[in-house]
């Protein structure tokens, strides 16, 4: 059991911060309850593990599949950024640049996948690999793939109560 010698809960925290930072769940909300409006219920669990499970198997071979499409990491980086600027475009303008009428739910795509397990979060699983134990990065991403069920299961509750909090701001500051 040579691999839980490496464990460091110092190490899962760390990670678990990066992580949390570049995945950004809680800023992410808002486009969560968009895509409620627009497909239905998310389904939370499946997103969540999802996600979870892209970024771990992304650890162990995301830089073999780079290298098998000709890409390097920087560039992958730089895709992935594009892709959630299109999904920011869409919601800002209230335009749809991605026609998809097929689709009936978003659990997997966009949630799982760019917006959860993202070009930044697989690029930062990669960069992490290179200072922590896999062991501990693993627990970060399983923190995180938790945060982030809790996150999309209350998503419109945190929405309501965020709504709630602005009208009451804006009530102060008019006295």
């Not at 486009?31 to 219920?41: D, H, N, P």
């Not at 991605?98 to 917006?115: D, Y």
């Not at 996150?151 to 500051?173: G, P, Q």
Request: overall charge neutral; some cysteine.
């Amino acid at each position: 059991m040579e691999v839980f010698n490496s464990f460091s809960f110092k190490e899962v925290i760390t990670c678990f911060m990066v992580l949390f930072a570049v995945i950004d769940i809680i800023g992410s909300v808002p486009i969560v309850v968009s895509l409620q409006q627009k497909f239905g219920q998310i389904e939370a669990g499946k997103a969540s593990i999802t996600a979870g499970l892209i970024m771990i198997v992304f650890l162990f071979v995301g830089n073999k599949i780079l290298k098998f499409i000709g890409v390097d990491v920087n560039s992958f980086a730089i895709a992935g950024a594009f892709v959630i600027f299109v999904i920011a475009l869409e919601m800002i303008l209230g335009i749809e640049i991605n026609k998809t009428t097929e689709a009936k739910s978003a659990s997997i795509v966009p949630i799982a996948f760019p917006l959860v397990a993202g070009a930044g979060t697989l690029t930062t699983t990669l960069s992490l690999r290179a200072e922590f134990h896999d062991i501990n990065i693993i627990c970060g991403i399983i923190l995180n793939t938790i945060f982030v069920y809790l996150v999309l299961k209350s998503a419109k509750w945190i929405e309501k109560k965020s709504a709630e909090l602005y009208k009451f701001l804006d009530h102060a500051e008019v006295l």
